[in-house]
C-alpha cells in the first residue's frame, strides 16, 4: 500500500483546513491550501500543530487542537508585568486608583458563564473578601480531585464508588491510600452494553461506608452521556451521607440540544459537587486553572485542605477566556467535523467506534490497540492513546484535531492496520 495514499476527500478538507490552521503563518496557510488543492495528500512533515514542534501530531490527550483562548493570552500579557505585587490596582473611568481583586473578578466571571446570580458584598466586607458564592477555585481541576480524597477519604477511610470505564482518577488515588493503610475500598461499576453509566448498579453498590461517587458527564473515555433527567434522579436517590462528584470537564462539547449542565443539582443539594477546567475547550492547561461549584458545606471543608489556589495572572485569564465566545465555537465546530469525519471514515473501514458528546472518540480496530498504538507513535509520529482497560484492548481512544491532524491520522491508522493484515 502506498504510504501517501490519501484516506479522506480533499474537496471535504479544503475549507474547513484554512480555517483550524489559525496557529500556522499566512504562508504556512497558502501553502497548505495549495497542497490540498493539488490533491497530494498531506503527511506527518506538513503538520505544525498549536502548542508542539513541527512534525508531530498528539491526539492522546483531548488537548485543545487550536491553542488557547486568544483573550486569555491577551490577559496574561496585560497583567504578567503585576506579578512583583501582592495587590493589583486598576484605573477607574476617572483615572483614579482603585483594588483589583483577581479573585473577585474571575468569581464574577464563572457567575455569569454558569448563569448564577451572585449577591452584592456586605457593607463590611470588601469584594476581595466576599466567600457568598458556590465557586472554589484552583490550580487545576485535578487538586479538587485531590482535596475531596482527601478530605472525604482521610484519615477514616471509606469507600468511593466509580464507573469501570470513567476517568479512574479517584479510584487511583483510593487504591494508592489502601497501600498507605488507609482503610479505602475502590468499587468499580461495570458499564452497560453502550458503554454507559449503570446508575442502577452504582446504586445498589453503597453502603454506610461509601463517601464519594463519582459521575464524568460526558464520560472519557466513552464519550457516552447521561441525561440531566437520569442525573437528577440519580442524585436524589443518593443517600445523603454520600458525596455525589459530577465532572464536567467535556461540556462544552455536547451536541445534544436537549442536555443541560447539572450546576442547578450542585446549588440545590448538599452533597453534590460540580468540577470544571479550562484546561479543555479554553486551552489553558499550562497556566493551571479549574474549580468547583458546590454548597458552602463542602466548599468549607474543601478549603480546609486547599494550598493551590490559582495564580492571579491564571485568574485574569480565566476570566478572559470565559468571554472568548468566538475560540469556545471555533473549537466546538473543529471537534465536532474532525469527530463527523472520523466517524465516517471508521465506517468505510469497518470498525465499530462509540459515538461520543465529548472531544475524543473510541474506535476498536480488532487488534491489539497497544502495539497500533506504539507503531503510530515510533514510525509516524502520530501520538493516540490506548486506556489499558480490561475488554477493551483492542480498542483506541483518538482526540478531535485540526482537519489536517484527523487527515494524517486516518492515514496513518489505515496504513498501520494494511500492514497487519499482510
Given amino acids: 500500500m502506498n504510504d501517501n495514499k490519501p484516506v479522506l476527500s480533499r474537496r471535504n478538507f479544503l475549507m474547513n483546513a484554512i480555517a483550524a490552521a489559525g496557529v500556522l503563518t499566512l504562508a504556512d496557510r ?96 470588601s469584594s476581595y473578601d466576599r466567600q457568598d458564592n458556590p465557586f472554589l477555585v484552583t490550580s487545576g481541576s485535578g487538586k479538587i480531585l485531590d482535596l475531596l480524597s482527601l478530605t472525604y477519604l482521610v484519615p477514616d477511610g471509606g469507600e468511593i464508588i466509580e464507573a469501570e470505564y470513567g476517568y479512574g482518577d479517584f479510584i487511583e488515588k483510593a487504591e494508592d491510600l489502601a497501600e498507605e493503610g488507609f482503610a479505602t475500598r475502590a468499587i468499580k461499576i461495570p458499564m452497560t452494553e453502550d458503554h454507559g453509566h449503570d446508575l442502577e448498579a452504582m446504586l445498589k453498590a453503597v453502603t454506610p461506608e461509601t463517601r464519594l461517587m463519582v459521575i464524568t458527564n460526558p464520560n472519557n473515555p466513552t464519550g457516552t452521556l447521561i441525561s440531566y433527567e437520569a442525573l437528577e434522579q440519580f442524585v436524589n436517590a443518593v443517600p445523603k451521607h454520600v458525596v455525589v462528584v459530577i465532572d464536567e470537564a467535556y461540556i462544552h462539547f455536547v451536541t445534544d440540544p436537549n442536555y443541560k449542565p447539572a450546576v442547578s443539582l450542585a446549588l440545590s443539594n448538599d452533597n453534590v459537587v460540580v468540577v470544571r477546567t479550562f484546561s479543555k475547550v479554553y486551552g489553558i492547561k499550562g497556566l493551571g486553572l479549574g474549580y468547583a461549584i458546590t454548597s458552602q458545606t463542602i466548599k468549607d471543608r474543601l478549603s480546609l485542605y486547599n494550598t493551590n489556589s490559582a495564580s492571579a495572572v ?109
Wanted: glycine letters at 4%; proline letters at 4%; one cysteine or more.
Fill in 30 to 125: 497558502l501553502a497548505l491550501a495549495e497542497q490540498m488543492a493539488s490533491g497530494k495528500a498531506l503527511t506527518i512533515n506538513d503538520i505544525h500543530s498549536a502548542g508542539l514542534p513541527p512534525g508531530i501530531i498528539r491526539m492522546s490527550s483531548n488537548e485543545n487542537p487550536l491553542g488557547p483562548s486568544p483573550k486569555a493570552m491577551e490577559a496574561v500579557e496585560k497583567y504578567k508585568w503585576n506579578s512583583n505585587r501582592y495587590s493589583w490596582y486598576e484605573q477607574d473611568e476617572k483615572g483614579i486608583p482603585k483594588n483589583l481583586s483577581t479573585r473577585t473578578t474571575l468569581n464574577d466571571a464563572l457567575a455569569k458563564a454558569n448563569g448564577i446570580t451572585l449577591p452584592a458584598p456586605s457593607k463590611s466586607e
Fill in 314 to 422: 491564571a485568574s485574569m485569564a480565566g476570566a478572559a477566556a470565559l468571554e472568548d465566545f468566538d475560540h469556545v465555537e471555533a473549537v466546538r465546530q473543529t471537534v465536532t467535523e474532525s469527530k463527523a469525519v472520523m466517524y465516517k471514515s471508521f465506517e468505510k473501514m469497518g470498525l465499530e467506534y462509540i459515538p461520543s458528546e465529548g472531544c475524543f472518540v473510541m474506535v476498536n480496530i480488532n487488534r491489539d490497540a497497544e502495539q497500533i498504538k506504539d507503531a503510530m507513535a515510533n514510525r509516524r509520529r502520530v501520538n493516540v492513546s490506548t486506556r489499558n482497560l480490561r475488554s477493551l484492548e483492542t480498542w483506541l481512544r483518538i482526540s478531535a484535531g485540526t482537519t489536517e491532524e484527523t487527515e494524517v491520522f486516518l492515514s496513518t491508522l489505515e496504513l498501520m492496520l494494511s500492514r497487519q493484515r499482510l
